[in-house]
């Protein structure tokens, strides 16, 4: 597996990292067999996978534990990701924003104590909180790099000031936020931040949260607890204006014996060397082919064939409800 440098740290990961949400939260019902989840986190270290992404608030709590577990056995191997920034009521439930200091280390020992480790390799705000200081959040996972608990400081769906405000404390080592040819917004202005400063970028939902596959068209029906029932960008009339960009994909993928998926993230990691997606799966065949897109080499040509075409394809739909793009730091 090709490795990747991310921020001025240099902190290496392999070139696709590995979302581990999905299994246990936003997909519809969870897996029910935990060791099958355990054996294809294991399985993606077997295949060179080294970059592994989870949240406290995925479950709640519930990820973590998981991802700890399967990791465990290779915990030097691999680089393990993982954020704070919610509030939880006294049942585990989100309440909103939490990036106060006190909470920022309360919620940095949970993690470490269900990750079953002495450190966490890169620490995110999972979302920007408009009622802290971005440099007291910063000074604080200072604060924690200098105890030994965390190795480098993330941001995920920030926006530029505060990556600026952030990096001028403690020097940022990674921005996550969405990002493919579904979602170009950070191309605006994120990432001529990032290329700056010297900042990585992790991408996640990078496949458009299924879309980009190909395997979502109009007709499709989403499940109890599947987030994208819910996603304006989903309902079926977006669906169906936006399987042009599905069909760009496949058009692509016929000419490199590829798959609409492997050309989406090809594409991503063709933009920077700095660039390093997330993609998510619950199953080994769906993990082979997104670790097939390494391989995928698109030329120039093709990168601006694809750029041509996409220009002319209006994605129809946003990304999220209103309530949860409220909390975008913009």
Known sequence: MEKRLLGP???????????????????????????????????????????????????????????????????????????????FDANGRQTGLSSQP?????????????????HIDLLYQHRVDP??????????VKELIAAGKVRHFGLSEAGARTIRRAHAVQPVTALQSEYSLFWREPEDEIIPVLAELRI???????????????RIDQATQFGPGDIRANLPRFTAEARAANQALVDLLARIADG????????????????????????????????????????????TSDLDAIDAAAA?????GDRYPEAMQQMIDR
């Open 9 to 87: 740290g240099s902190l290496e990961v392999s070139a696709l990292g590995f979302g581990c949400m999905g299994m246990s939260q936003s997909f519809g019902p969870n897996p029910g067999d935990r060791s099958q989840m355990i054996d294809l986190l294991r399985t993606a270290v077997e295949r060179g996978v080294t970059f592994f992404d989870t949240a406290e608030v995925y479950g709640p709590f519930l990820n973590e534990e998981l991802v700890g577990e399967a990791l465990a056995p290779v915990r030097d191997q691999v680089v393990i990701a993982t954020k704070f920034g919610f509030a």
């Open 102 to 118: 006190d909470h920022i280390r309360h919620a940095v020992d949970g993690s470490l104590r269900r990750l079953g480790t002495g």
């Open 131 to 140: 009622q802290v200081p971005i440099e007291d959040v910063a000074g604080t």
């Open 200 to 214: 990585g970028f992790v991408p996640f939902s990078p496949l458009g949260r299924g879309f980009l596959t190909g």
């Open 256 to 299: 490199k014996d590829a798959t609409p998926a492997q050309i989406a993230l090809a594409w991503l990691l063709a933009q920077q060397p700095w660039i390093a997606p997330i993609p998510g799966t619950r199953r080994i065949e769906r993990l082979d082919e997104n670790l097939g897109a390494v391989q995928i080499h698109l030329t």
């Open 312 to 316: 002319q394809i209006r994605v129809v």
